[in-house]
């Protein structure tokens, strides 16, 4: 079953503006992770938020997390064009060996210079 | 910093042939991870290993196979290829729970 639901799909705004993507997920999670992809690229692994914490950033990147809704947002201040990629959320799961990624469907952001 | 070697970057098969996806982990670090990608989708997890055995099995067709060696690289064996194979298969390498780091992928294509 979809672990991960990624809100919106799609996103195109202007640069310097700020980009918000959603993520929902459905069970218990040790870790969440974003990554970056540009087309048909390789993953970028961007931040891990840890189930204990609520919020965390990394330069321009904002990620917050709230395990009592099961969601995240990642948000991007001050967007440029290089941001235009897809973006992912993936959990892992809670406790035991069961670190492998379930990955949402992702949020495609284009950033129009 | 070193990253996650995979090769070949591209492949092309016939239907029905075999390829091997080779995987060279971030270095100490002791669990790798496939995942698939199919065009347009999100990346499926396949198999994983943790200090060469296999520590996690999600939906990997029958005919594939994989395996961790002793110097701790991985390789990725599909058998009968079909169409639906076509895809970018990416070897991930962490320390345990920590962050998986991806290599760049292979692009597997099945004519």
């Known amino acids: 079953s979809q672990q991960g639901e990624e809100d919106p799909q799609a996103l195109s705004i202007q640069e310097g503006e700020n980009a918000t993507m959603n993520c929902s997920y459905k069970t218990s999670i040790n870790n969440l992770q974003w990554y970056r992809q540009n087309s048909g690229r390789g993953l970028v692994h961007l931040i891990l938020i840890r189930s204990n914490e609520r919020e965390k950033h990394s330069g321009r990147l904002r990620v917050t997390l709230d395990t009592s809704k099961k969601s995240s947002s990642l948000l991007i201040t001050a967007s440029r064009a290089a941001d235009t990629a897809s973006y992912f959320c993936a959990t892992d799961g809670s406790g035991g060996s069961n670190y492998k990624l379930t990955f949402g469907k992702g949020t495609l952001l284009t950033v129009n210079p | 910093a070193a990253g996650v070697i995979q090769s070949p970057r591209h492949l092309i098969k016939e239907k029905r042939e075999t390829a091997t996806l080779k995987c060279y982990p971030i270095p100490r670090h002791d669990t790798v991870y496939w995942y698939q990608q199919g065009p347009g989708q999100d990346p499926q997890f396949l198999i994983s290993f943790y200090e060469k055995m296999q520590s996690d099995k999600g939906s990997i067709p029958d005919r594939f196979s994989a395996q961790q060696f002793s110097d701790y690289h991985s390789e990725l064996n599909m058998s009968s290829l079909e169409l639906g194979d076509s895809a970018l298969y990416f070897c991930?390498?962490?320390?345990?729970?920590?962050?998986?780091?991806f290599g760049p992928g292979t692009r597997l294509t099945v004519l």
């Open positions: 991930a390498s962490s320390l345990l729970e920590d962050t998986q780091y």
